[in-house]
């Protein structure tokens, strides 16, 4: 098996839990070796790494149909299924990922990996520094999507998989995914991102650091160390505040005006002669304090705040010289699909990315999905999103 | 003197300290009697009321010359001048009004006025409350833009004003030009709303209550009631991270990535051997951060609060049958001003006020300000903003 690393970037050997034949959907995990600790962009080591994924569909004897899905922010391995052990919610891209759908496990073998400082069974903040015997918590280094990339590329060294037939994400996964390709060009076969960019606008960057800002106001945070709070008594007011902040950016305006107007949620008391109170809520406060009370429940603070940041230094063009340079490296098929209504990766974004690859010689198509419902289209428009994935991946498999 | 108030809405007696002569662009105060407090939209009365206000220029001896210049969240009444005693800032519309510019004080006797619940010599949540000598804090009520208006038109009264030539105003000060119409009509002879809306929208609700929720997380805030915090101890934190909210929704993608870019502000100690750290700042932080600092030097957090949800209670239509029926309203020329990027009021919201206002009959004219500075752009795009003001305001005057 050859690999095409990173100049100066030695293997990682693990020590892998998975073996073909293992059930498909159920969560696995590869760890990899302690003596060899993954060594960072920002500088540091970190190990031992486990890194969570579920698989789903067989591998073809010539390991030729291996896709990967990179999840986005608060995202995990479990792309499909019910919601179970390990799996505190449901898959995350249900009618795209099945047998017959878009990218189909009849005729892929399909991997999702938990992204490295995430919550969801890879090493994060929460897990326990062997070094203290106690979490990580605010001693977790920051880790970028380099990083994550690199620990799933040991991943795909675990299982066999030399090349991807193709690698695709939305939001974060898009991040990831471009990432694959320019690290490692010669182990994609086609890339597919999604409502994502080549680097983090200051745009971008202000509205994970306002959040984070909001989450480190709730004392309860205490720096990250809050590990040992009582149940119920960790973080979670501020988690849930700057998920809040993130869910109106996933959205749009048309949609909110739509589903929400000016409906008010909380009726005062009948005896009260006021008709307003300063935290009476608008329909639309509702729903924000519903997601963010969802997020609270499945989530990691100090995970939220770790892959924020990782997402703010996103830059695919950092220290190769900018991002044409950068991605004059991708030297397979793009299909770049962005969203018309998205405030949050606006679509001029992916527009550049099919652009800049074309610039350099690579062959990049641009797709836009006609969704009124802002950076979350790529999980809500799954037929349009779906109609754009399967010719490709057809062609790419044909090629 | 007659006026045109809503109906069962009493006259409010006031003792004014203001009288013709008193020097110009300094503040004056107009305090409403004790025995005729003000009743309150949502249920409930305030008061005594203190006003705090400006005027610029002479009024006429016919009285037909005066505009009103209505504020936004954080504004006062100071537009124009340098900062000072009651001043703690330069006019926050310079360039905009003074001699023979587009509200030119030669011509026009120009008045602005802090709002009900404000915190520059209005009445608000950190005025004392007369039934316990402590201030109001967390039993301020909550107040609305028609209460603003209501106590605005009590002034016009003790300044002589039964018509204003104009009132116009940006953001909150275009939502109370739209009261003054629907609530007034005789009163004004036209009206000029710019960057603002008819009826707050969800996606504007949202923004505005995330950044409550961020300051709410502040321990400091104490519920409202931090006016015994010693110096330095109040809940500058919260009130920070809401304004950092609140200025990216002010400002644009493009001029954030102009401005800004993916530039680092924080260095790193050189004998760090990482890179990166979770806190480090983008340049973008750095600004956000100067804004959010600035605005905790002037302003008070209850304040804020208050403000905010008077602009999500925001609805011209509300108890008047709706927009339509309460634009019908409406008599005099209206000039509604709309700025391209604006990303916090879309223009569609601008254009929106012109249709509905043409639809029941009335005169309006959109005029769309060509920025790339977003919503700040009523303040920023003087020059475009002004152009449209002047030969509106010389064609009312002159009819």
Redo the contacts between chains.
Sequence with gaps: MTTNRPTGAEPLPVTGAWRPGDPAGRRQFVTMAERRPLAL????TLGPITIAYETWGTLASDRSNAVLICHAWTGDSHVSGPAGVGHPTPGWWEGMVGPGLAIDTDRHFVVCANVLGGCQGSTGPASIDPATGAPYGSRF??V?IRDMVRTHAVLADELGIDTWLSVVGGSMGGMQVLEWAVTFPDRVRSIVPIASCA?????Q???G??GR??LK???RWRGGDYYDAAPGDGPH??LS?AR??AQ?TFR??DV??D????EMADRLPENQ??????WQ?????RY?DYHGEKLVRRFDANSY??IG?AM??H?VGRDRGGLEAALARVRCPVLSIGIRSDLLY?KYQQEEIAALVNRQGGVATYVEVDSPHGHDGFLINIDQVGNAITPFLEKVANE
Aim: proline share 7%.
């Design positions: 962009e920002g500088g540091g280094p920051v970028t680097q983090a606008t200051a745009q960057i202000a509205w650091a306002v800002r909001a106001l709730d004392p007011d501020g505040t809040m902040l109106i749009s305006d909110f005006t589903r929400f107007g000016r002669p006021e008709k307003f109170a300063l809520r608008f329909e639309v406060e924000l705040l770790l940041k703010d230094l830059d606006p």
